[in-house]
């Protein structure tokens, strides 16, 4: 599992963020105290100093410094006793100075030992999902708002399938795909016409996956290919940002380009989605692609290279149907 920088980034700018102003809720709460007894500032001073002496006992003591820690415990224990009952005279609760830490785990560094601790890997999870609000419509899309009804349960004449039966199937894929999602998950070429649900269930699988702790990219294919062509033709900060926006999507752990086919075709485009799906399936990095086009449409754009790496690299999933967008109008 990898995790995109730009949004650890994020997420430690923020974990910093919530340290400071816990540090500086600690501050006015030690003023607060001293302020009612002037005495508790020397207390607490007393027990800083005892730190050193703790450490000045251990290194410098010739024989051995048990004896001399037992002691600096001991006052420590008393003052702190002293503390307490001082807080109280004051009206304060005993715990009043004591470090509060809004993570205990880690005290609120994000780390633990050499790991990420849980409470940056939530703020992470927590930029993960703002990242993809801005591409997606966050709100009806999840798997358990996907509705089957809207699918002709007639039976097919040439198949005797229906098309609901067909795609509670294809659901089900892309639930378990969601939910077990792993470097050992295949790439999915998912494809059918208008309106069948590829977006809606790609989208389901990009909020799952992303909240399990991958990183994820969702665009749309002419979105894709624009940050190709900024990265290599623009030579200001929108290149610059073009260039990161590349790297996050030759690197995520999934990768969902929408609509494939909709892009404006050209030498450049077709290039730069042949570097996509190569460096990726190099990587063992996951991708889904979506379109409206079947296998032998896309050969018509796309070359030879590019085709073979989709038809032997990507497992087929094919939406069918009629568009559900016009049911739902009518449900409405």
């Given at each position: 599992m990898s995790l995109d920088g730009k949004l650890l980034a994020r997420a430690?700018?923020?974990?910093?963020?919530?340290?400071?102003?816990?540090?500086?809720?600690?501050?006015?709460?030690?003023?607060?105290?001293?302020?009612?007894?002037?005495?508790?500032?020397?207390?607490?001073?007393?027990?800083?100093?005892?730190?050193?002496?703790a450490i000045s006992a251990a290194i410098s003591s010739g024989g051995d410094p048990q004896q001399a820690l037992e002691e600096i415990r001991?006052?420590?224990?008393?003052?702190?006793?002293?503390?307490?009952?001082k807080l109280a005279a004051?009206?304060?609760?005993?715990?009043?100075?004591?470090?509060?830490?809004?993570?205990?785990?880690?005290?609120?560094?994000?780390?633990?030992?050499?790991k990420l601790c849980s409470c940056l890997l939530e703020l992470y999870s927590?930029?993960?999902?703002?990242?993809?609000?801005?591409?997606?419509?966050?709100?009806?899309?999840?798997?358990?708002?996907f509705d089957l009804d809207l699918y002709d349960d007639k039976p097919d004449p040439d198949t005797g399938i229906s098309p609901r039966n067909y795609?509670?199937?294809?659901?089900?894929?892309?639930l378990q795909y969601a939910?077990?999602?792993?470097?050992?998950?295949?790439?999915?070429?998912?494809?059918g016409g208008t309106g069948l649900g590829k977006t809606f269930l790609s989208t389901c699988i990009a909020k799952v996956v992303a909240e399990r702790g991958f990183s994820v990219v969702y665009d749309t294919a002419a979105s894709v290919f624009s940050k190709y062509e900024e990265e290599k033709f623009s030579k200001n900060q929108e290149g610059a940002q073009a260039a990161s926006q590349v790297h996050r999507m030759e690197n995520c752990d999934l990768l969902i380009v929408d609509d494939l086919?909709?892009?404006?075709?050209?030498?450049?485009?077709?290039?730069?989605?042949?570097?996509?799906?190569?460096?990726?399936?190099?990587?063992?990095?996951?991708t889904i692609f979506s379109s409206n086009l079947t296998m032998k449409e896309l050969s018509s754009r796309y070359s030879a290279p590019i085709m073979s790496r989709l038809q032997g690299e990507y497992y087929v999933l094919r939406f069918y149907g009629s568009d559900i967008r016009l049911k739902k109008k009518g449900k409405r």
């Open positions: 430690k700018d923020r974990l910093d963020r919530r340290r400071r102003e816990n540090e500086e809720a600690q501050a006015r709460r030690r003023e607060t105290a001293y302020a009612r007894d002037p005495d508790i500032r020397d207390i607490d001073r007393q027990l800083r100093n005892s730190a050193l002496e001991d006052r420590n224990l008393s003052l702190q006793e002293e503390r307490a009952l004051c009206g304060l609760p005993g715990d009043y100075l004591n470090d509060r830490y809004i993570c205990p785990k880690c005290r609120d560094t994000g780390y633990n030992g050499t927590q930029e993960q999902k703002k990242e993809l609000s801005g591409l997606l419509k966050l709100g009806e899309e999840t798997f358990d708002s795609m509670e199937t294809v659901f089900e894929y892309c939910r077990r999602f792993s470097a050992d998950s295949a790439n999915l070429f998912m494809w086919g909709t892009e404006f075709s050209t030498a450049f485009v077709t290039s730069a989605l042949y570097t996509l799906i190569n460096n990726r399936l190099t990587s063992g990095r996951k």
